[in-house]
Every structure is written in C-alpha cells, then in structure tokens.
Nanobody, 114 residues
Framework: QLQFVESGGGLVQPGGSLRLSCVAS????????MAWYRQAPGKQREWVAT???????NYAASVRGRFTISTDNAKNTVFLQMNSLKPEDTAVYYC????????WGQGTQVTVSS
C-alpha cells in the first residue's frame, strides 16, 4: 500500500526546535525525490524542502538556513530538522514525493507559540 506517515509535531516556543519524521512506502522512497510541504490555517499547502536521489537539497526561502531535510534510506524515512522556529512556521506538515503523488498522509501539526 502506498502511503506517507508523518510524526514528530507538537507545540514549541519561538526559537525552539522540532524534528519531523515521515515513513514512506518503499516503492516511493527508493525511486523518487522526497519533500516536505506545509499548510497553515486558511492558506494553501506550500512546498518547504526537497531532497533528490542525488542528495541535492533545496529549500523555500522562508526556511532556508533554519530547516534541514535528510533521509534514512534503510528505514524509508525522511526527516525535517526545524530550528529557530517562528510563529509563522505554524502549520500542518506533510511529506510526499517531488513532484507529489495525488494522495497525502494525515500530516503532523506544528504550533509555534509562546
């Protein structure tokens, strides 16, 4: 079954850190670039970061220098290390391939608030 399962979100104060995890189906993880996306309340889902099969990373300008995408190939898992979090990072975070498949996981809520 093709799926994405995200975890690791939570409530954190501004300036704090979180590490998100996403386990993807092996048939997806082994063949496609992986990426993180997020959707803030009342806004459209947006792309956050990508890691290609050749280990090239790319980040949205709003998170560059603060977020790091990485993978554990043995566990079909993609991570998003988020540092120096800001209130505007509050969103539901999703992983998917890049470009995306037409299905999504449940996401994981990240709330940055004092």
């Amino acid at each position: 079954q093709l799926q994405f399962v995200e975890s690791g979100g939570g409530l954190v104060q501004p300036g704090g850190s979180l590490r998100l995890s996403c386990v993807a189906s092996g048939s997806i993880f082994s063949r496609f670039a992986m990426a993180w996306y997020r959707q803030a309340p009342g806004k459209q889902r947006e792309w956050v970061a990508t890691l290609t099969k050749t280990n090239i990373t790319n980040y949205a300008a709003s998170v560059r220098g603060r977020f790091t995408i990485s993978t554990d190939n043995a566990k079909n898992t993609v991570f998003l290390q988020m540092n120096s979090l800001k209130p505007e990072d509050t969103a539901v975070y999703y992983c998917n391939a890049f470009p995306t498949f037409n299905f999504w996981g449940q996401g994981t809520q990240v709330t940055v608030s004092s």
